[in-house]
């Protein structure tokens, strides 16, 4: 668990939980352009991935979709 700034959302105010979940699986978080706070999601890469550059790897399907279903 961590403590962190903000949660990216979107510009109505979606949690973007597929963001976090790449994030925690060390996976490529794609496409951020519409959240209405983009650079909370490198803060909150740091906190758990640490500072260093991160190898960005495609995931598992399931992780891909992970809130993007209706």
């Known amino acids: 668990m961590r ?6 959302k979107t510009r109505s105010g979606k ?5 976090l ?6 996976m490529d978080y ?4 519409t959240l209405a ?4 999601v490198e803060q909150i890469r ?3 991935q640490g500072a260093g550059p991160v ?3 495609a995931g598992p399907d399931d992780i891909r979709r ?3 279903e209706s």
């Open 15 to 19: 949690i973007m939980r597929r963001v």
């Open 46 to 48: 740091i906190q758990v």
């Open 21 to 26: 979940a790449s994030i925690s699986n060390r």
């Open 3 to 8: 403590i962190v700034p903000d949660m990216p």
């Open 30 to 33: 794609g496409d951020i352009t």
């Open 55 to 57: 190898e960005k790897k």
């Open 66 to 68: 992970f809130g993007q």
């Open 37 to 40: 706070n983009p650079e909370v």
